[in-house]
């Protein structure tokens, strides 16, 4: 059974930090690109931050860079997301993807979604 478990989440101050956690479970993690999104209310969902199950290469929103970055942890099955310098603007919730274009099909699992407020 497929699971993807965030943690992390919480209110915090403008210019504050946050690290969002994410643990996975059933199903071959190093193959996976493994993605934050977020979505803000009345707001569409839209891609936070992604690391490459091929190459570990990390991705980044422009509304985000120099501000957040995203690792992961195959020995682990983690993937975090370290938020700093944090914006009321980036309240959201905050939602890890793991997502695997295969030959025939393509496999895209989401958590529950974690609630990041800033707020002053």
């Known amino acids: 059974q497929v699971q993807l478990v965030e943690s992390g989440g919480g209110s915090v101050q403008p210019g504050g930090s946050l690290r969002l956690s994410c643990a996975a479970s059933?199903?071959?993690?190093?193959?996976?690109?493994m993605s934050w999104y977020r979505q803000a209310p009345g707001k569409e969902r839209e891609l936070v931050a992604r690391a490459s199950g091929f190459n570990g290469a990390t991705k980044l929103a422009d509304s985000v860079k120099g501000r957040f970055s995203i690792s992961r942890d195959n020995a682990k099955d983690m993937v975090y997301l370290q938020m700093n310098s944090l914006k009321p603007e980036d309240t959201a919730v905050y939602y890890c993807n793991a997502h695997l274009a295969a030959l025939v099909r393509e496999y895209d699992y989401w958590g529950q979604g974690t609630q990041v407020t800033v707020t002053s």
């Open positions: 059933g199903f071959i993690f190093e193959n996976y690109d």
